[in-house]
Every structure is written in C-alpha cells, then in structure tokens.
C-alpha cells in the first residue's frame, strides 16, 4: 500500500491521481531507455560527417592545419542532425567520423603523391614536425570522445525542454462543482463535450 505525498490518504493500486485530494501520485523515476538507432544509420553519419570534415579541411589555404577542429565539429554536427540520443552511438558515430575523414584526407594526398611519383621528402621539404603535431596524433581518439560528449549533452539539453511541454498537457484542472470539488484531465474535458 502506498500513500499520497501530498495528504497521506491510502492509494488504491494503479492510482494516478489521489482520491482525496486530487494530487498526482508521484512515481518511482523509470529510467529513460532511449531508442536505439540503427547500424545503417551511424554509418551514414559517419561517412557524411566525414565528407563534411574534409569540405571544412580544404577551405583552408593546404599551409594552415587545423588539425582536429574539422572532425570535431562535424562530429558534433552530426550527433546532433541525426538526433542519436544514446551516448555509445555518439561515441561511435564521433569515431567513424574521425576515421573515415583521415581515410579520404590520407587517400587523396598520399594517392596524388603515389600517381604523380613525387617522393615523401620532396613533398615536405623537410617539414619538421612540431609538438603540435605529435599531439594530434596521440590526443586524437580522445578528441572525438570529448566531440561524442558535447554532442550528446547539447542533443539531451534541447530534448529536455520538449519533455517539459508535453508534461504540461497532463496538468489537471480543478473546477468547482456542485457536488464539490471536481478533478479532471484536459483529455476528460474533452471526452465529456464529444
Ligand atoms: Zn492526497
């Protein structure tokens, strides 16, 4: 037997609203299973966010790196159009991206090397890496994780607000009556004109 927060009367089971006076039972939180998306989907977001990251990296003079910045925001982009609300499907989708953008990126410069037979020191001129550089390539993984992260908060933070608005049409109205005081839904209200 469970009783109101509000009054303390006895609930009968399955109870949504309190007999006595006309709270709303209070449920224990279920937790918030979010629908999973499918395989298809995160590889097309992969791939597109992927595409997207090699249009950001070629709008840059080829001297400028940016390094990570591409891939990032267009995980982030992505996460957040294809609405993935599930924290390991961001992760993955964050990863594809950064994958399959080195990919295109590796492909298309290493393959004009290899077509127009130009050596690695002859395409460098004896580029010394910088600690930049080296930094990239270690922190990259953990680059797209922390994408996946901020993607993922900034989808739940805008989903919030419309779980908010769909929890105010389940407000009840309390109307005075002759008989005493009335409790109803909007969604009673309606069934009683019909
Ligand atoms: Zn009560």
Partial sequence: MSYCSNCGFPLPEGAEYCPNCGARVKKA??????????LGKIIQAGVLGAF???????????????????????????????????????????????????????????GSLYIENISLSEAYRGYMLTFLDIATIVFNPVSALIAAYLGNKLLKSVGVKSEKQEKTDYRFKKEKEPGGVIYRTPIDQQAHKV
């Fill in 29 to 38: 939180p279920t937790f918030q299973q979010y629908p999973s998306a499918s």
């Fill in 52 to 110: 997207i990251s090699v249009m950001l990296s070629s709008l840059t003079s080829p001297e400028v790196q940016l390094y990570f910045i591409p891939s990032f925001i267009s995980s982030i982009l992505m996460i957040f159009l294809f609405r993935v609300k599930r924290l390991e499907e961001a992760v993955t989708i964050a990863f594809s991206v950064y994958l399959f953008a080195d990919a295109i990126l590796g492909g298309m410069i290493f």
